[in-house]
């Protein structure tokens, strides 16, 4: 009887053991849910054609996320980006470029094209990625997070133009956005910029 009672016990030690860690693990499965919470949380591809996480490459950075055309009225804003690069660069503020061809065919050339395009005409240094889809079903994930109300409800609605802004801060959290039209060294959007740069 007290073998019998004994091995009871040790039957539900381990049942309760078991339960321990299925619900550790599945707490586990939770926070690196919760953590994946910026939409900068993806892979993407450079100019160049180089994969990219976004979220480690620009940890600790401030982003200001900008989609871009070659052939825009709003094209020549690629100069006050680039301004906006060698200023606040080196104290931690990242400008990254998507070119995007879904507004009026404004983007139409090659990764290739692009790249020599910026350089030809802006002398642009700061970060380029691949040429994608900003809205619809073939939106890439990043755009498809920064645009929809369930992950983004705040800053959500599809991009109405080449050159609209999402401002991150440093933990990767949306925290403004900036109409096609708002030139990037407005009062409006340096501001904003400094105003996070400045929280170390």
């Known amino acids: 009887m007290r073998i019998l009672f004994a091995t009871a016990l040790v039957l539900i030690g381990a049942i309760n053991m078991a339960n321990t860690a299925e619900a550790a693990g599945a707490s586990a499965k939770s926070s ?12 993407m591809k450079t100019l160049e054609g180089d994969k990219v996480n976004l979220a480690e490459k620009y940890k600790g950075k401030v982003v200001l996320l ?17 301004e906006l690069h060698e200023k606040f660069a080196k104290e931690g503020l ?39 889809d900003v809205n619809g079903p073939n939106a890439v994930p990043l755009y ?5 109300k369930e992950t983004d409800p705040k800053f959500a609605g ?9 401002l991150f801060n440093r ?17 409006e959007v340096v501001g904003a910029i400094e105003k996070e740069l400045a929280k170390k």
Do not use: H
């Open 32 to 43: 690196v849910k919760t953590a994946k919470s910026s939409p900068l949380d993806v892979e």
């Open 94 to 132: 990242a400008i990254v470029g998507v070119p995007c061809n879904q507004f009026r065919g404004q983007e139409p050339g090659t990764d290739k094209d692009i790249a020599e395009f910026c350089e030809k005409n802006y002398g642009v240094k700061f970060d380029m990625l691949s040429k994608v």
């Open 171 to 187: 933990d990767g959290k949306v925290i403004a956005r900036f109409a096609p039209k708002v030139q990037p060294n407005s009062p």
């Open 158 to 166: 599809k991009i109405t133009w080449n050159f609209e802004k999402f």
């Open 144 to 148: 498809k997070q920064l645009t929809s």
């Open 66 to 82: 900008v989609n871009v055309a070659s052939k825009c009225g709003n094209t020549p804003q690629y100069k006050p980006l680039e």
